[in-house]
């Protein structure tokens, strides 16, 4: 594996495209972890991670300008509930032959609200019950999804199945969240030598930490849990049971070439 360092992403290729979008490519690096992203200064359009070892979308700086992401060929099993606030542009996202298992793992993606394109062909949450259309009802913005423009009728259908208080229920059901890979972090906090910050971590801070990731139940937990190291502070008992709702539930609630579909057909006012 190679780590996406500041070297690594300054001698990354990168070019301008056959559409005249400024391109770099991360193909095929066995990167495990999106890092240091801010050095590229938010100079592309379009960035390739393909073919990398990457399980989490997520930790990128404010790219204004980035529009379309290609991460085909990873391991992803988690999308960061403020993707969106980080790539606010994000146009187009090619998922295709990752690890997203359950619906609710694709929650993440509600805060990009200029999104149009998606692919997540070859993830085993589109052998779920219903997949489709719960893709059109949480991503109303999405035109195009698995390179097959969606129709007024499937968002008609889809808003008939999951909106309102009645439905409330079946979106509980379906939307569930992949397990939380806590073995993986554990290993991930050692390995990056995590000290709470500034903090240099003493025998009781690093007993709190285990304790914390073994009562970690979900990814969203995880996520606040590695809030709270970044931070510089060390979770306390019961930490997960004090989280506040809304960090709580951000997450629950928050084939290589261009995407191509016919024109949407107009969506009702």
């Known amino acids: 594996m190679v780590r996406m360092s500041v070297e690594l992403l300054a001698d990354a290729k990168q070019f301008i495209n056959c559409v005249k979008e400024r391109e770099l490519n991360l193909r ?23 073919d990398n070892d990457i399980k989490k979308l997520d930790n990128f700086p ?15 099993q988690f999308v960061a509930s403020n993707l969106g ?15 997203l298992c359950e619906l609710g793992d694709i929650d993440g993606l ?14 085993p949450i589109t052998h779920k019950p219903q997949y489709r259309l719960y893709v059109i009802y949480k991503l109303p913005q999405v035109r195009v999804l698995d390179f097959k423009r969606i129709r007024l009728a499937e968002r008609e259908e889809a808003k ?83 989280m506040d709702l809304t960090e709580k539930t951000n997450g629950s609630t928050a084939a290589n070439g261009e995407f191509q579909a016919e024109e949407e057909e107009p969506m009702e006012q």
Not at 111 to 123: A, P, R, S, V
Not at 199 to 205: S, T
Not at 211 to 219: G, S
């Open 28 to 50: 095929n690096y066995k990167i495990p972890i999106i890092e240091n992203m801010g050095v590229t200064g938010d100079n592309f359009d379009y960035i390739d991670m393909s």
């Open 85 to 99: 606030e980080s790539l606010p542009k994000l146009r187009t996202l090619a998922l295709t032959n990752n690890n």
């Open 62 to 76: 404010l790219l204004k300008r980035l529009q379309a992401l290609y991460l085909h060929n990873n391991r992803i």
């Open 110 to 123: 509600v805060t990009c609200e200029k999104l149009e394109y998606l692919t997540l062909i070859g993830n």
């Open 160 to 242: 008939k199945m999951f909106k309102g208080k009645k439905n409330a229920k079946k979106r509980a059901e379906l939307a569930k969240h992949s397990e939380a890979p806590v073995d993986e972090l554990a290993a991930e906090l050692e390995k990056s030598g995590v000290r709470g910050g500034s903090r240099i971590m003493n025998d009781e801070d690093k007993k709190k930490i285990e304790e914390a990731i073994k009562t970690a139940k979900n990814l969203v937990e995880i996520e606040y849990l590695q809030q709270i190291l970044a931070s510089g502070r060390i979770p306390e008992k019961g930490w997960n049971r004090q």
